[in-house]
């Protein structure tokens, strides 16, 4: 089995930073690709930010976070963190991460998703 256990939200002030850990545990042959989605209430759930695995890890930003949120990794502990400078009242929401995840020689693809973690950014 896989777990993706999230940690890291809370409630900070406007400019405020926080930073979201999310580890993936289990039977994993190989990632990937880890990241973190997020969703306002009465939202759909939007990708933020995402990074692929492998030596080279090539990350992606939603428009609205660029240049304020930085993704990272630690390969060695299947663990990225997202730090979150600048907050803005409109980056409330549960961030939820994502693992993109081989469990074997096979090429198929499983998709995993953490429990959330919410984030409130007052103004």
């Known amino acids: 089995q896989v777990q993706l256990v999230e940690s890291g939200g809370g409630l900070v002030q406007a400019g405020g930073s926080l930073r979201l850990s999310c580890a993936a545990s289990g039977n994993i042959f190989s990632i990937n690709a880890m990241g973190w989605y997020r969703q306002a209430p009465g939202k759909q759930r939007e990708l933020v930010a995402s990074i692929t695995g492998g030596s080279g890890g090539s990350t992606n930003y939603a428009d609205s976070v660029k240049g304020r949120f930085t993704l990272s990794r630690d390969n060695t502990k299947n663990t990225v963190y997202l730090q979150m400078n600048g907050l803005k009242p409109e980056d409330t929401a549960v961030y939820y991460c994502?693992?993109?995840?081989?469990?074997?020689?096979?090429?198929?693809?499983?998709?995993?998703w953490g429990q959330g973690t919410q984030v409130t950014v007052s103004s």
């Open positions: 994502n693992a993109r995840l081989r469990l074997g020689l096979s090429s198929v693809e499983y998709v995993y």
